[in-house]
């Protein structure tokens, strides 16, 4: 098949590839199944499709025509344990001391990719996935969960489209830029807690969409020895606007807007390889939460129940640093065997916790099994991501505080959280 009918047959499958999809949390937990049973661990290997995101220098490796079509389907069990809420006034939200459990239902992350060599300098990628991405519902009957008056539902995603192209300088050093095209939706709803009025239980929802926004990714390869290889690559920051309408049941509906950006990263990683059939791979990634500090909700005219044309939420995230650690064992020419960790440090703090992003910290556990027929090949992980102990909010979270106010002061929330999460992915892929 020549060049043009294979760019031309790619493109049509991913266009025609469902791209909607919500992510298991505000970070992504893989995109293609043999870098997710690596536990990211890929800035250094970076050998398919899916370097447009890891590493975009590691399409130099790829010598023939490749596309890439799979996704992760996750099924995140959230628990918030004995929640207490008094309101500003002492009174006792009931139910009092309540369990909750989310109702989140699966979630279906597809991602799909090709990559063509040019020459014997320049190679040419493209992939569609979701970087960032989170998904949460929980019963919205606040005679049953208490915290909807916080939130009962909540999203917010990034999908993208990722040109992008690869120099090969020479036989030790790559470099690739990519950029990426994306469309980014947010949205939460919640009950209010405006007891004695008429407002009382009324959902108040947001509905935002930012149609088109970018970033780039860069990144260098470089193979000093056949038996090491290092990855770095950034990721930019993306800058959004969102706009959309914020309603209030049966009382109002406002235009609103908001700008919320997408987190830069940078990711290193350096691979060893003792012989042909076995590698480990130690991959840094940081990522740039701290620019969340806040964000601000702008209304086209006041929103009645907060008398104002604006209102603003308080974050104050942090910045992460982990490391992610891969390895792989080809035991035959038919079969190869994939292992991974991370420990992934929430960005959240305790002050501003809440039901929109119940994040803590994680460890990820991660395996996987390649399948190699020639041409065809099979790529499969599956993850288990369990909280490192409970989360807890000890009246000491300003979010979870503010849902039941007066105008002189917060109430009081005191709750405890868990998580965990399977993911299963598949990968199918061919060479031309």
Not at 130 to 146: D, E, I, W
Not at 171 to 182: A, E, Q, T
Not at 320 to 343: C, D, Q
Request: charged fraction near 20%; charge should be positive.
């Amino acid at each position: 098949m020549g060049r043009f009918k294979f760019l031309a047959l790619s493109f049509l499958i991913l266009m025609c590839f469902p791209l909607l999809t919500y992510a298991g949390n505000v970070d992504t937990f893989g995109i293609g199944s043999k870098a997710t049973a690596l536990g990211g661990a890929y800035a250094a290997y970076a050998d398919g499709p899916f370097a447009v995101y890891y590493n975009p220098a590691g399409l130099t490796q790829v010598k023939r025509p490749m596309i890439s079509v799979g996704g992760e389907i996750m099924d995140p069990t959230l628990k918030v344990y004995n929640y207490k809420a008094t309101d500003y006034a002492g009174k006792r939200v009931q139910p009092y001391g309540k369990d909750i459990s989310d109702t989140s239902p699966a979630l279906v992350v597809p991602f799909a990719g090709f990559v063509i060599p040019l020459n014997d300098r320049f190679t040419f990628g493209f992939a569609a996935y979701t970087p960032y991405g989170l998904h949460v519902k929980f019963n919205s009957n606040p005679s049953v969960n208490p915290g909807a008056y916080n939130n009962f539902d909540s999203y917010y995603m990034r999908m993208v489209m990722t040109p992008t192209i690869a120099y090969k300088i020479s036989d030790k050093l790559s470099v690739g830029f990519g950029v990426s095209i994306g469309k980014s939706y947010s949205g939460n709803e919640r009950r209010l807690y405006l007891s004695g009025t008429e407002l009382n239980n009324r959902i108040i929802k947001g509905n935002m969409m930012d149609p088109i926004n970018y970033s780039y990714n860069i990144g260098v390869l470089y193979k000093p020895i056949k038996q090491i290889a290092l990855g770095l690559t950034y990721r930019s920051r993306t800058h959004t606007n969102f706009t959309g309408t914020v309603e209030v049941e049966g009382v109002q509906s406002v235009g609103a807007s908001v700008v919320i950006d997408h987190p830069d990263q940078v990711q290193a990683g350096i691979r060893y390889m003792p012989t042909d059939y076995l590698s480990f791979e130690v991959d840094y990634l940081w990522t740039h939460w701290d620019l969340i500090h806040e964000y601000t909700l702008h209304f086209n005219r006041p929103l009645e129940i907060i008398h104002s044309k604006e209102q603003t939420f308080y974050r104050h995230w942090k910045n992460t640093g982990e490391l992610r650690f891969g390895a792989e064992w080809k035991a035959s020419k038919l079969l190869t065997l994939r292992a991974g960790y991370y420990y992934d440090h929430s960005p959240i703090p305790t002050t501003t916790f809440d039901m929109v992003w119940p994040d803590g910290n994680k460890e990820t556990y991660c395996f996987g099994v390649g399948l190699n027929f020639g041409r065809f090949s099979v790529d499969t992980a599956v993850q288990y991501i369990i909280s490192a102990g409970k989360r807890y909010v000890r009246n000491d979270s300003e979010e979870l505080n503010g849902t039941y106010p007066s105008t002189d002061a917060p109430g009081k929330v005191y709750a405890e959280g868990y998580g965990k999460l399977w993911g299963y992915s598949l990968t199918l892929n061919y060479k031309f």
